[in-house]
């Protein structure tokens, strides 16, 4: 079959608009969307960038911190030592009931040494100032409980669980 010059010049025209449109369809539209969602990102992109720099340094802060603690900590000695003269710093050797060390968190960073120290006939100044005899030693109060007696309710009954890094 033989086709005139019109109807070639016709063939060859909706041929190329019909490449065109595939081209378009299934090249340059998912192209152009794509950079388009991309760009949409950048700023997302970089606003997390930001955050995980922030991030980065807060985080070598507290390794370098970890580290002193740790170093302070081996300088020290035994968590036990230091609770022992804190307690007699404080005047409170004969309150004690129990001095019990515990299992702590150790990973390959980081080892924590837990203490649970037992105390009868205490006042309330008398804990308070315990207290901060041991955090000023930098020994950490992880938990504190104490209840008044039944005989005197002016004196307490304590337990605190001291940690300490290293």
């Known amino acids: ?3 005139e010059a019109r109807d070639k010049k016709v063939l060859i025209f909706g041929g190329g608009a019909a490449a065109l449109i595939l081209l378009y369809a299934l090249v340059l539209s998912p192209l152009t969307s794509d950079l ?3 760009r949409e990102l950048i700023p997302r992109k ?3 960038l930001a955050e995980m720099k922030v991030l980065q340094s807060e985080y070598a802060e507290i390794q370098k911190r970890l580290q002193e603690a740790q170093a302070e900590a081996a300088r020290r000695g035994p968590v036990l030592t230091d609770i022992d003269n804190i307690t007699k710093r404080a005047n409170l050797s004969s309150k004690i009931v129990s001095l019990k060390p515990q299992a702590g ?3 390959a960073g980081f ?3 837990i203490v649970e120290v037992k105390l009868e ?3 309330l100044y008398d804990i308070v100032n315990y207290i901060y005899l041991l955090e000023k030693d930098t020994l950490r109060i ?4 104490f209840k008044p007696r039944y005989d005197n309710p002016k004196l307490l ?3 605190i669980l001291i940690s300490s890094a290293g």
Not at 142 to 145: A, G, I
Request: proline residues 0%; hydrophobic residues 30%.
């Open 157 to 159: 009954n304590a337990t």
């Open 111 to 113: 080892k924590e040494s």
């Open 46 to 48: 970089e606003k997390d």
């Open 142 to 145: 992880r938990k504190l409980q």
């Open 1 to 3: 079959m033989k086709l």
């Open 105 to 107: 968190v150790e990973t």
């Open 121 to 123: 006939n205490i006042t």
């Open 36 to 38: 388009a969602r991309k």
